[in-house]
């Protein structure tokens, strides 16, 4: 236990290099040792404390955004750097929040399975409820790890087994340092974390914003999709989409919430929400008006995720999954169809990629939706791209899409801020796509910087 202890105590560091208003705080009287059961349950449901935070840096840089001139006055220097994508985006010796979250999610989980290992359960309840919390923590170190790996390295390609990745952490002992082990490593990590959870999460959770087999199996499959192993992610997004495929039906909303969509709705799987909305929810934040031309008169999307701003001809976006004006960063079962319907079309099943995009498509526009039958090879490939696009629109999946179709020259594209005063161009495969690690986390572990 005194490791950790020890811990608690190196979390709480971490929390004063990443979070300025905890230096003047005081020494917490209250702040015990977790040990029952109960204890470690309630470390994993601190969503109040990030663990339901998703990285938000992604949003800037994609083409999902963009940011009036007076918003990006309001901006900090980072901010700036991240939208118009800068060689190097960050100030001497700064930290990197949404980086420090991720992490935060791999030191609970490690501090809980150190915990677990410790404890002598006292019958065969207790021995199942060990087990699902080592599979819980198991599955949040899994998504801290995938945070980091997707945003801080460079997108997966298969014949490059050796592509730099990021630092594993597999222990709580905040003196212990870790190299860069590969981007095949960190993946198998991450699946290895994920899978173990097949055998003993509950089918479903109580509440959304803790793990399940649901959730496991849907975020398998993206983790698959990201690696472009398709079969493996047409599997995974099958058997979660088995479990429960529901979609709200669009046509039965009520237009007049403020925030299109109810908190823990029939479609969220996983809650995340981004780390913070404090300029993406500002009024000069605007939904890239090339999207915006994407979306046709009778599709329900238009008038449930967008909302005419002040100035004419632009619009914000409001069709947060998560209820409120926090953007959505979790798992929802519109993106494991998608996930399905594209790596069933990567593996042959054209019948199947079209069954699911119908699916999606008539419960997203009006009376009347013909169900397309006649569209094949790659205006199928290239119509789930674009559903794909329209459908996941600020939820930071953009970013990593972006990054994955840049490996297809028929799928790359090239980001331009044209509707900006300052132009800036984001070529694919840029080695811009993999943030830099931030100079802060360089001083306390030295470790390889990301080329430039």
Known sequence: MKRILIFFFGFLLLGIQSCSEFLDSKPNRNLVIPQSLDDFQQMLDAELRGLNDFYMNGLFSSDDIYFSESLLSLLSFSQTSFYFWEADPYLPDEWDAGFASSYRKILYANLVLEGLENYEPANELERNRVLELESSARFFRALGHYEVLLHFAPPYDPSQPDQLGISIRLASDINVKNERSTMKECFDQIIEDLEFGLDYLPTKAEIPTRPSLWASNAFLGRVFLNMLDYEKAYTYSKTALDIDNSLMDFKMIDSELPYSFEVFHEETIFYQKHLTSRHTTNGGAYVNPELVELYDSTDLRKTYFLLPSSEEGLFNFRGNYTGDFYHFG?????????????????????VEALEQLNYLLENRYEEGF??????????????????????????????????????????????????????ATLPPNDLRYAFLIPPAEINLNPIQQNPR
């Open 330 to 350: 979790g798992l929802a079962v519109d993106e494991v169809i998608l996930n399905y319907a594209e790596s069933a079309f990567r593996i042959g099943e054209e």
């Open 370 to 423: 013909e169900a397309i039958s006649e569209l094949s090879g790659q205006d199928l490939l290239e119509k789930i791209v674009m559903e794909r696009r329209k459908e996941l629109v600020y939820r930071g999946l953009r970013w990593l899409d972006l990054k994955r179709f840049n490996l297809y020259p028929e799928l790359a594209v090239t980001l331009d801020r044209t509707f900006n005063e300052r132009q």
